[in-house]
């Protein structure tokens, strides 16, 4: 691998290797772009299968973060660290005072959090060396309130686009997954007037949801060919895939899990069938919201009212796609390219700039 010609060609600003020796740390941490503010995104453990792998990862989750932050409005770059290992250890707490001490080092360049394989917890660790890490126990709390508000957001932007109303009143949507995010949704769509056609592996949420809701449950398979208006994962990434675009029979898919679309070309099959995609990072951005609260002391008030812009920018991103003859999920990533532009590109005028002590 050509490190600095791989960089150079995504886009990132700064890679940095860690090691520390006593606790047997090995971190990657990759800033993609700062232009909008500290770069922003989680920390991943993960025993890879080689540093190569280890190396991609990081580079690929911390474009991707940049792309999601642009989108939801905030002040954040996109950053990720990956840290080299078993998840499972028990010796936790001297690996993720290493890991605070590093991102320390890079002055608030870059904010880390939770991510697959790393615990609250493991965020206090890791605060013990450095302020700049968010979702540390006492802080934000539980982000899936605000992320299913935007969810629910993004599924009415893509009514009004796809029927000309946004309003959900008697429309028939099906839910893949009722857990933290899943059943906060239902709740708010079944306010709204939906019919709710719902799935889980775990009996007692469906029974939740059936009981409170009047939902109907079907089986795990069985949610993919279900006559509705709309399918809405909150589940697994990976669910539009060969094998279920054609059992689709719904007009829209919108939802809360990240990488819905197995490949990219997932989407551009989406559209072939004439269904309407709400891009993933663009409806559960409210994930991403949270934490900005709890960086900026953002009441939850606050968070609700960014997440409400969601419908907003989803339907900025459906305008753009019908421009432009390109695919809802390409739209949103020149939407978060066009944000970036934008302010890079910002006139900066006395006395704000340059820096008065400089
Ligand atoms: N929590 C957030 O704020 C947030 C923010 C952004 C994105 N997301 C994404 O949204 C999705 C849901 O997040 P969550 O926090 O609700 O997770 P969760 O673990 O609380 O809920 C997931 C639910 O899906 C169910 N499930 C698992 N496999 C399934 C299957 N094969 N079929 C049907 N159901 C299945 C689980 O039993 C569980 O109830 C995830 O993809 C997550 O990455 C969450």
Redesign the pocket.
């Known amino acids: 691998m050509h490190y600095f010609e791989t960089i150079a060609e995504m886009g990132h600003e700064q890679v940095v290797f860690c090691h520390d020796k006593a606790s047997g740390y090995r971190g990657i941490i990759a800033i993609h772009d700062t232009t909008l503010g500290p770069a922003l995104g989680g920390c991943r453990f993960w025993n890879y299968a080689s540093e190569e792998a280890a190396i991609v990862d990081a580079l690929r989750l911390s474009r991707g973060m940049t792309y999601k932050n642009a989108v939801a409005g905030l002040n954040l770059g996109g950053g990720k660290s990956v840290i080299i290992g078993d998840n499972k250890t028990t010796n936790r707490e001297m690996l993720f005072r290493a890991h605070g001490r590093f991102v320390d080092s890079l002055g608030g360049r870059y904010v880390t959090a939770e991510d697959v394989g790393t615990t609250v917890e493991d965020m206090d660790f890791v605060h013990m060396e450095t302020k700049h890490v968010t979702g540390i126990g006492s802080k934000s709390g539980d982000?899936?309130s605000?992320?299913a508000h935007g969810v629910f957001r993004a599924i009415q932007a893509s009514a009004c686009q796809k029927w000309g109303s946004d309003s959900l009143e008697g429309r028939t949507i099906a839910i893949?997954?009722?857990?933290?995010?899943?059943y906060y949704l239902a709740k708010e769509l079944h306010a709204a007037g939906a019919k709710l056609i719902v799935?889980?592996?775990?009996a007692g949420?469906i029974k939740r949801v059936v009981d409170e809701m009047s939902a109907t449950a079907v089986a795990?398979d069985e949610?993919y060919r279900a006559k509705a208006d709309i399918f809405t994962p909150?589940?697994?990434?990976g669910v539009i895939n060969d094998d279920t675009i054609p059992q689709l029979n719904v007009e829209i898919v919108a939802g809360?899990?990240?990488n819905q679309l197995l490949e990219d070309r997932h989407g551009d099959a989406l559209e072939a069938r004439g269904i309407l995609y709400a891009p993933d990072y663009v409806a559960?951005a409210?994930?991403v919201i949270?934490v900005y609260s709890e960086l900026t002391g953002w009441s939850r008030e606050r968070s609700l009212r960014k997440a409400d812009e969601i419908y907003q920018t989803v339907l900025s991103v459906f305008r753009l796609a019908k421009d432009t003859g390109i695919p809802t999920y390409k739209a949103a990533d020149r939407v978060a390219e066009q944000r970036i532009q934008a302010v890079r590109g910002m006139i900066k005028t006395w006395p704000q700039y340059p820096n008065k002590e400089s």
Not at 176 to 182: A, M, R
């Open positions: 982000p899936s605000v992320t893949q997954g009722l857990g933290h995010v899943g799935t889980d592996i775990d949420r795990l949610i909150c589940a697994l990434g809360a899990a990240n559960n409210g994930g949270n």
